[in-house]
């Protein structure tokens, strides 16, 4: 008992233990709140809604991914070494107004392209307003989640709580006032709860840190941020694109309704996933401000995930099925050995997240790339070969993709260096 005593004592004043506390629990609150917006929408909206509802939100993500250029990554790594104020919102300014632009224009290009791209989503374009609409709520949404790097570059990952849960509190809210919309009136509760805590966000962030929000581009910035900026980006495009387009194809190439089951239990898993992640991210951040002890830092997540990911990975695949419940028995039925094989996925994920942080925090981007391309290769070539089969055979292509990966890191990757070069 004492031991544990001491342990969590240890945990409370570390600063990797706090933040990853925070990101965890932006998670658990984002995720719960999250339920209840799908159950609501469940009750409120016919399956296929619900699918076509959870492609377009795939589609506004994968928008977001493409055109991200690593601009999170780099606000971490790059703005705590600003000296002053004005440097401080030089960076922020930057990066928002720069990644509004590209938001924009691909927005426009993704529904000009549509009839191509996905038929089954030209209902987000019936008229000037929807698709004008469409265009704004995917460029907010964007410089929104942009926001969780500024916070966690000045070390407030609390704050990113907030933010969080106030845009999923808002978004519970308004699916209600938007049923005659049908699916778009589930992906419009989303962008409209995104610019209301967006404005909140860069109010706060005002108050607190004197962040001025300006457009400006300062080109001397992005030169000297690009490589490792554009490096980060092909990494986390590559790491996050089977997760993005799986909706859409398994929309086009089974029905709306899996893609619903499977985006629900993809939110679920991403509960569990989110502990290694967050460690991760903690870690990286950490090492951004300070470089040094990075492998004793290291030795201390792997503690940390193995004691926060243990009893959640049991509890999750017992409960599966019960968590499935809450938006039906159709998605119980169809979906709960899928949730199983997702949450068991966080395993070897964790082995992944970990190693791409330290690669991060000592820009050896080439390396992140490697293995975020290897993975995402894998797993969707598997996925497609065996997608006709099902979405048992989707959990087990995800599953088997990442044992792979971890597999070659324990055995040829990892290797912390003594010392940190990275300055």
Not at 333 to 342: D, E, G, I, Q, R
Request: glycine letters at 6%; hydrophobic letters at 55%; charged letters at 15%.
């Amino acid at each position: 008992m004492r031991n544990i005593r001491q342990l969590l004592h240890e945990l409370s004043q570390d600063s990797i233990s706090k933040s990853s506390f925070f990101l965890v629990l932006n998670t658990i609150v984002t995720t719960g709140l999250g339920f209840l917006f799908w159950t609501l929408n469940a009750r409120l909206f016919s399956s296929e809604q619900v699918g076509l509802a959870s492609a377009v939100i795939s589609a506004m993500n994968l928008i977001i991914a493409l055109t991200g250029l690593g601009f999170g990554t780099a606000i971490i790594r790059f703005l705590p070494t600003a000296e002053t104020r004005d440097g401080k919102n030089r960076y922020v300014n930057t990066f928002l107004s720069f990644n509004a632009l590209i938001v924009f224009a691909a927005s426009s290009l993704f529904l000009l392209f549509l009839s191509i791209v996905s038929p089954r989503l030209l209902f987000i374009k019936e008229s000037i307003y929807l698709a004008a609409a469409f265009i704004f709520f995917v460029t907010a949404f964007s410089a929104f989640s942009l926001l969780d790097s500024v916070m966690m570059a000045y070390d407030c990952a609390r704050w990113i709580v907030v933010k969080n849960s106030v845009f999923s509190a808002i978004k519970i809210l308004l699916p209600i006032m938007l049923v005659s919309a049908g699916a778009y009136g589930i992906f419009a509760s989303w962008g409209i709860a995104a610019i209301i805590a967006l404005i909140a966000s860069l109010v706060f962030l005002y108050k607190r840190f004197g962040y001025r929000a300006r457009p400006a581009i300062h080109e001397s910035l992005l030169r000297r941020t690009f490589s490792f900026s554009f490096g980060n980006y092909l990494s986390d495009l590559l790491s996050r694109f089977p997760g993005l387009v799986m909706p859409i194809m398994i929309t086009n190439m089974i029905s709306p309704e899996s893609a619903a089951y499977f985006y629900v239990a993809w939110m679920i898993a991403g509960l569990v996933l989110m502990i290694p992640d967050a460690i991760s991210s903690a870690l990286f951040a950490e090492g951004s401000r300070n470089s040094e002890a990075v492998e004793q830092r290291v030795k201390h997540c792997v503690k940390l995930i193995l004691l926060a990911l243990t009893p959640a990975v049991i509890i999750g695949m017992i409960a599966s099925k019960y968590l499935l419940m809450l938006f039906g028995a159709e998605y119980s039925k169809n979906a709960s050995l899928l949730l199983s094989l997702l949450i068991l996925y966080s395993i070897p994920f964790s082995v992944r997240s970990l190693y791409l942080s330290i690669k991060k925090i000592r820009k050896e981007v080439g390396q992140i790339i490697a293995v975020n391309a290897i993975g995402s290769i894998l797993t969707l070539v598997l996925c497609y070969l065996t997608m006709e089969r099902g979405l048992v055979f989707i959990g087990l292509s995800y599953l088997t993709a990442q044992i792979a990966i971890a597999a070659y890191i324990l055995a040829f990757g990892l290797r912390i260096p003594r010392r940190e070069g990275c300055a």
